[in-house]
């Protein structure tokens, strides 16, 4: 196989007020058979920007990618945030393996 990245846990707030700091921790795993380097891409839905975090990991060990207070702020509406986590492949590109909506 290779490395591959599953997400295990998103832990942030479920509900906040308009203008509140989203902050919390997603940990994704390498489920795969050898080291390597994640990605993890995090989209907020409602206006389309993006975050990157990246970190190295060995087989069955799980990286903590922190959403620091005042990155990202709580819309005046409904919101969704999409997490895809990635591997790097043998040719240098990123391979999406999870993706999950928070």
Same mark, same amino acid.
């Given at each position: %196989? &290779?490395?591959? &990245?599953?997400?295990?846990?998103?832990?942030?707030?479920?509900?906040?007020?308009?203008?509140?700091?989203?902050?919390?921790?997603?940990?994704?795993?390498?489920? !795969?058979?050898?080291?390597?380097?994640?990605?993890?891409?995090?989209?907020?839905?409602?206006?389309?920007?993006?975050?990157? !975090?990246?970190?190295? &990991?060995?087989?069955?060990?799980?990286?903590?990618?922190?959403?620091?207070?005042?990155?990202?702020? %709580?819309?005046?509406?409904?919101?969704?945030?999409?997490?895809?986590? %990635?591997?790097?492949?043998?040719?240098?590109?990123?391979?999406?393996?999870?993706?999950?909506?928070?």
């Amino acid at each position: %196989m &290779a490395a591959k &990245a599953q997400i295990v846990s998103i832990n942030l707030p479920s509900e906040l007020s308009a203008g509140e700091s989203i902050s919390g921790n997603i940990y994704v795993k390498n489920v !795969g058979d050898s080291e390597g380097v994640f990605r993890l891409l995090v989209t907020t839905l409602w206006d389309g920007k993006q975050y990157l !975090g990246q970190g190295t &990991a060995g087989v069955g060990e799980t990286i903590d990618f922190y959403i620091p207070p005042g990155l990202i702020t %709580m819309p005046n509406q409904d919101a969704s945030i999409r997490f895809d986590a %990635m591997h790097q492949a043998p040719d240098g590109n990123f391979v999406t393996d999870d993706s999950k909506t928070h």
